[in-house]
């Protein structure tokens, strides 16, 4: 019963996490990632954790895609929901929309904070 009950509070917390945001200096760093890395004529791909500055990796995500939208930095995942941090850059026509799936909340300056149901 104590085991089911704390799986319920776990699976629970994971719809309900909002993570802290981050901060000016985190923020800064995520933007300047951001702007090395991505490139509108580029394709999808994935940055090895090798080059994962400092900041990224205190956040501990499951990796970092570059997309022709922008960078995300995907935080938690469960089935085919995922969570995390979204870095638009400068250069990308992308309008990152609430409502929407994936569904983008700005925290500070460039970074946004998405959900992806699935």
């Known amino acids: 019963m104590w085991l089911l009950f704390a799986a319920l509070l776990v699976v629970l917390g994971w719809f309900w996490w909002p993570g802290s945001e981050p901060d000016s200096a985190t923020t800064a760093a995520l933007e300047a990632a951001a702007e090395e890395w991505w490139q509108p004529s580029r394709s999808d791909r994935t940055i090895p954790e090798a080059e994962w500055p ?54 500070r300056g460039r970074v946004y904070r998405y959900v992806i149901k699935g």
């Not at 969570?83 to 990152?96: E, K, N, T």
Request: net charge positive.
């Open 54 to 107: 400092a900041e990224f990796r205190r956040l501990n995500p499951t990796n970092v895609r570059v997309t022709t939208e922008g960078v995300f930095i995907p935080l938690r995942s469960f089935y085919v929901e995922e969570r995390g941090l979204f870095v638009l850059p400068h250069g990308s026509a992308f309008q990152p929309q609430s409502g929407t799936d994936p569904s983008f909340r700005l925290l």
